[in-house]
């Protein structure tokens, strides 16, 4: 219930104007378009819980399960929200513990360094964190597996659903490509449901290189692929 109190909190819109001036993307689970091939597209996501217009309304039921769980404006709860001290992670961090204040908890910031904060998530030795994931391939494979399985490499907090899996497995085999599509729906609404690891956006970011350098091609949906520098040379 806490966690489902905290997941209605956020605000992914103000998350978005403040980080990205608007432009980044809504998601589940899965790199929206135009970017991504198998987000929710938006008309749909629109009608997800915590994605509509309605951010007053799920603040309130947030406020009633706090206040269920014994929190109020004299008892609000204390957390350590632990990042990785760089600004990609570090300002979010602080647009989420301003957010939560609203639902009566107080967070409180724990920087990491880099060196630290990784072995920290790997052990699963925090109370609430606030962690970025890079897309390096478009596909359910790549994201699922590694985020939303049970022994999943990406899974820090832990989070077990065999139905889940049942389903990741599901889609992985189904060939029709729409059939395929749908069912990564299903498991997005699914993941949403059981508050698996509420994604707050897709961050978008600008690129440059100097005119000298030649061959190089640059992905739209990924800062993982693409550098191939074998194939990149200056032109001097």
């Known amino acids: 219930e806490l966690r489902q109190a905290m997941a209605l909190a956020i605000d992914r819109k103000a998350f978005v104007e403040i980080l990205s001036e608007g432009h980044g993307n809504l998601a589940i689970a899965m790199q929206p378009m135009p970017g991504g091939n198998w987000g929710m597209p938006p008309e749909m996501l629109a009608k997800m819980p915590g994605y509509g217009t309605d951010i007053p309304e799920r603040q309130a ?4 399960i706090m206040r269920k769980l014994g929190y109020g404006p004299d008892k609000r709860l204390a957390v350590k929200v632990s990042t990785r001290d760089v600004p990609p992670y570090r300002d ?10 609203k639902i009566y908890i107080d967070g409180e910031l724990e920087v990491l360094d880099t060196t630290q904060w990784f072995p920290k998530v790997l052990r ?16 359910p494979d790549a994201i699922l597996y590694e985020n939303f399985t049970c022994n999943g490499l990406g899974n820090y907090n832990s989070y077990c659903n065999k139905e889940i ?20 729906w299903e498991i997005e609404r699914k993941l949403l449901e059981d508050d698996a690891k509420p994604l707050i956006q897709f961050n978008r970011a600008g690129i440059c290189w100097d005119p000298a350098v030649k061959g190089l091609t640059v992905n739209t949906n990924s800062i993982y692929n693409g550098w191939r520098m074998e194939d990149v040379w200056l032109d001097r």
């Open 61 to 64: 039921r947030a406020v009633e």
């Open 124 to 139: 699963k030795d925090y109370t609430v964190a606030l962690n970025l994931t890079g897309t390096f391939v478009d596909d």
């Open 165 to 184: 899996e049942a389903l990741i497995d599901k889609q992985s085999m189904e060939r029709d490509q729409t059939k395929r599509r749908e069912i990564v």
């Open 92 to 101: 979010p961090a602080i647009i989420l513990i301003d957010q939560l204040k």
